[in-house]
Nanobody
Framework: QVQLVESGGGLVQAGGSLRLSCAAS????????MGWYRQAPGKQRELVAT???????NYADSVKGRFTISRDNAKNTVYLQMNSLKPEDTAVYYC??????????????WGQGTQVTVSS
């Protein structure tokens, strides 16, 4: 089993910054794409950013230029640096990790979610 532990959420004023972390642990064989999703009250969960093993990134248009996703493969950790935060960024943020087992079975794992609240 693979477990994901998120941290870094909190309350921040508009224009401020936060950095989210998501560390994978457990029986890890190989991790492929890692990403961040978010869900605001009354809204569907949406993709925020992804990063491949090769370092290729993809961002939602709403966060381009403000958020940066990165990863530390040695630590099995993915980060999300969030700058110039806006009230509309308020949501529960979930990390997602695609894991490949020793039998090459692919499965996605989700973090427990961390609350990000941006005040006006």
């Amino acid at each position: 089993q693979v477990q994901l532990v998120e941290s870094g959420g909190g309350l921040v004023q508009a224009g401020g910054s936060l950095r989210l972390s998501c560390a994978a642990s457990g029986s890890i064989f190989s991790i492929n794409t890692m990403g961040w999703y978010r869900q605001a009250p009354g809204k569907q969960r949406e993709l925020v950013a992804t990063i491949t093993t090769g370092g290729n990134t993809n961002y939602a248009d709403s966060v381009k230029g403000r958020f940066t996703i990165s990863r530390d493969n040695a630590k099995n950790t993915v980060y999300l640096q969030m700058n110039s935060l806006k009230p509309e960024d308020t949501a529960v943020y979930y990390c997602n990790v695609e894991h490949v087992s020793y039998t090459y079975y692919r499965r996605a794992y989700w973090g427990q979610g961390t609350q990000v609240t941006v005040s006006s």
